[in-house]
């Protein structure tokens, strides 16, 4: 996956539809890791946005418009990709590490940039047993 320090394509849609404000988010579009804030970018979170990568298939375009249309596939696919990046985190690093990345996952599936209206104990539950799943 290339990564370029600039908005992808779609910026102007993501940014009608998501609410950014106060995040400093990076996007996968297709085989492209966009870093418009050009953040340092962890293996784990590079791990999460591959999933996306895979989720994506041969159409970006497509995937986006339904996951921001659509707030129930945007959970399955963040669900998925927070859960691998839990198993990534399970295989690399300390028990103590492990707990701190379900903390702050389930803060960030939870948030308002995600619009879902969950709550951190929903998002926690649901990364927990996809993550089962997917072992």
């Not at 910026?11 to 085989?31: H, M, N, V």
């Amino acid at each position: 996956m290339k990564i370029i320090n600039e908005k992808p394509p779609n910026y102007l849609d993501i940014s009608l539809s998501l609410s950014l404000t106060g995040f400093q988010p990076i996007f996968a579009y297709g085989d492209t890791l966009y870093n418009p804030h050009e953040l340092d970018i962890p293996e784990d979170v590079m791990y999460h946005e591959n999933i996306h990568c895979t989720q994506q298939g041969d159409n970006p375009t497509i995937w986006w418009t339904k996951y921001m249309l659509d707030s129930d596939f945007r959970e399955d696919q963040e669900v998925e990709a927070f859960a691998g990046q839990l198993n990534f985190i399970k295989k690399y690093y300390p028990n103590t590490a492990v707990k701190e990345a379900e903390e702050e996952m389930a803060s960030n599936l939870s948030s308002k940039l995600y619009n879902l209206g969950i709550s951190r104990e929903q998002a926690k539950t649901a990364i927990r047993i996809k993550a089962k799943d997917m072992v």
